[in-house]
């Protein structure tokens, strides 16, 4: 791998002109004190990490929604606005780690911070031109110079000059910024006075000359591979999964609805279905469903395939998709699974389907003589289906199969539990040599209620659960 250096100077003049916010971000959560903090290590001459830069041809940006920097940041408002493009004609460049500090940096020296500390206060960052930078050798933690958010630069005591940081964006030459706060610190001691041209002097060297800012520069233009580099390079912080960055990209597409609140809130209510035993549905299996209850959409579980018109069609499918699924979870639930036994929970989404396409929501609760039938070969495939470890190999393709031999189908009145397994290429039996397999399986296993709900079929395994 390849690193640049770039000044901060730089990078500042770029944001929102050739640096922008890829969906998958995170918005802005840094306190006042981690960007002091951050300041101060750049002064102090301390590593501040590299950053990762996605390079995104010019042909390919209208393609993700992209996000601008905050400049004004506002805690009662903290959401980053989206992105018009439209007039760039040239490559960007999203962040895909630095965005914190990145957002610091722009925060500090061209913006300021709205927060609450018993009252709402707007604040720009400071320096204190007559802190003598001292390093405490007995805790490296406490900061050398002091960096502070102030409403004014007006000074508390005597040994305060408040300096305001981003004037120092102003100057070119470090002896203009230098001359500009000569009536400043007029009335000053010549020690204090030195100190204070010292500290502007350094402040100006960091922003304007030495190439503060190392980055790696990724240039594919394939969308999962820099996906899979965005959860690499973020995994030294809180943990990113797959989900959680087509959430976001969700979130960002969503017209009406808001993406995360609602998938995050059915994954919470389906989990809340298993009654005492709770179950333990994911992000996942939640976005992977998303595609395949929505019919006419890929279900590969890839950044390529959650696009603008895709996630559209998902939002306008999304009562159908929190119908269905949860008539089905509840229906496994009516048949006494526990989470440990849904040992491939994506085997419900072809049960889910076809419910979809039956149109009964309130399937599990019926006791009509045709549902009670198809309630009872729902079991027996599903059942069948993970003994015989059915979906256990290329799932997608699978899932993909199923989900054309339910669109093949004339009727829905009945479960098609034949084409299924002709689809899955398993039959509606145990040969001898699985029935040995399952003989060997122990009391409390995975597999346990699985091989007893066949022996036992008519067992009320809710009201007496077989584990």
């Known amino acids: 791998m390849e690193y640049r250096a770039v000044r901060i100077k730089d990078v500042i003049s770029g944001i929102n002109r050739d640096y922008f916010l890829p969906a998958i971000q995170r918005e802005f959560v840094w306190e006042p004190d981690q960007i002091e903090k951050l300041f101060d290590s750049i002064l102090g001459d301390y590593p501040i990490g590299s950053f990762l830069f996605w390079k995104v041809d010019e042909k390919n940006k209208e393609e993700w929604t992209t996000f601008e920097f905050i400049r004004q940041f506002d805690k009662a408002d903290p959401h980053n606005p989206e992105a018009s493009l439209k007039g760039i004609a040239r490559d960007i460049f999203l962040v895909l780690d630095g965005q914190q500090r990145m957002s610091s940096l722009f925060i500090g020296l061209k913006g300021s911070y709205r927060w609450f500390h018993y009252r709402w206060r707007t604040e720009k960052l400071y320096l204190n031109l007559l802190k003598r930078p001292v390093p405490n050798e007995a805790d490296p933690e406490e900061l050398i110079y002091q960096f502070k958010f102030r409403e004014s630069s007006e000074a508390k005591r005597d040994d305060e000059v408040w300096y305001e940081v981003g004037k120092i964006l102003d100057f070119d030459d470090p002896e203009d910024a230098k001359a500009d706060i000569k009536a400043l610190i007029a009335p000053l001691a010549e020690p204090d006075k030195e100190n204070a041209n010292r500290l502007i002097g350094r402040l100006h060297n960091k922003i304007h000359t ?3 800012i190392n980055y790696y520069e990724e240039r594919s233009q394939d969308y999962d591979k820099v996906l899979t580099v965005f959860v690499r390079a973020n995994s030294a912080g809180t943990p990113l999964g797959y989900s959680d960055l087509l959430l976001s990209t969700a979130t960002a597409k969503w017209e009406k609805l808001n993406a995360r609140e609602e998938i995050v809130k059915l994954m919470d209510d389906l989990n809340d279905l298993g009654g005492g035993d709770e179950y333990k549905f994911g992000k996942d299996f939640v976005l992977k469903a998303s595609l395949y209850l929505t019919q006419d ?6 950044v390529k395939n959650f696009t603008r018109s895709n996630l559209r069609k998902i939002e306008d499918n999304w009562e159908n998709i929190k119908t269905y699924l949860a008539t089905t979870v509840r229906l496994v639930a009516k048949f006494g699974y526990r989470w440990e036994n849904i040992v491939a929970p994506l085997a419900l989404l072809p049960i889910s389907f076809w419910l979809m396409k039956k149109g009964n929501d309130t399937f599990d609760k019926s006791s009509r003589r045709d549902d009670v039938a198809a309630q009872t070969e729902v079991k027996k495939w599903l059942t069948l289906a993970l003994l015989k470890n059915a979906f256990g190999g290329s799932s997608d393709t699978t899932l993909k199969n199923l989900r054309d031999v339910l669109l093949k189908i004339t009727t829905y009145k009945a479960f098609p539990l034949s084409e299924l397994n002709d689809a899955l290429e398993i039959e509606a039996k145990l040969s001898d040599a ?10 409390r296993g995975k597999y346990t209620y699985l091989v007893l ?9 809710v009201s007496f659960p077989v584990r």
């Open 210 to 212: 030495l190439p503060t």
């Open 297 to 302: 959409l890929p279900i590969q579980y890839k």
């Open 434 to 443: 699985e029935i040995e397999d399952l003989l060997a399986y122990k009391y």
């Open 453 to 461: 709900s066949l022996l036992y079929p008519d067992r009320d395994c």
